[in-house]
């Protein structure tokens, strides 16, 4: 299921719950003034009258697992202040959003298309620390075969490292996960394979 349709079934579902909870709450009223009228005369005759009825609540729709969203599968949470809350929910009350988890993918991700430049700018410098520190790994590694301290572990974890066992995007470690993943379990990026 894409994202687009996740969110048109999404749509789809409330608007049928909604619909059903409207039903279900206007047959209780009715009940409900037919149960008043009963025990105004109940009452009356000096009898106590039962207990009025209970409305049924109607069942939300069941979400389709979370792994079929999409690229808004990921939960992040944040803390942040009460004019961003107050913001978010006034988009919401506006109705261009239906919750404050859908305006803040949104304006998160409308943050990182305005501010491509910056994130352009780290990408770059990132690559270039991650080439820094598999230098400096090798190095190490180096220096501990020429003193004698290199366990067979270490010269796996050097050539795990050589072989670029960091995600291109997000940077994590990947040298503790099979060496036959194709996607980064962390942001979803597909790897190069060897």
Known sequence: MSQNNWKDWYKESIREWKEGYKKQFNEWK???KDWKHQAKTDLAEGSVPPM???PQVFPMPSMPPMHFVGARSNVVASRIGDEEL???DMLIE???FETRSE???YLV???IKSRQDIVN???SALEEIRKLRREANKQIASLRKEIGIVAEEAEAEEEAESRGRY???CGKSLKELPEDISVCPYCGTKLKQD
Do not use: R
Request: proline content about 8%; some cysteine; charged content about 15%.
């Open 103 to 105: 305006a803040v993918a």
């Open 52 to 54: 009025p009825p209970m």
């Open 167 to 169: 995600c291109t995007k």
């Open 30 to 32: 009715e009940k409900f």
């Open 86 to 88: 107050n913001t978010i």
């Open 109 to 111: 991700s409308q943050g």
């Open 121 to 123: 700018k780290v990408t």
């Open 94 to 96: 506006a109705g261009l």
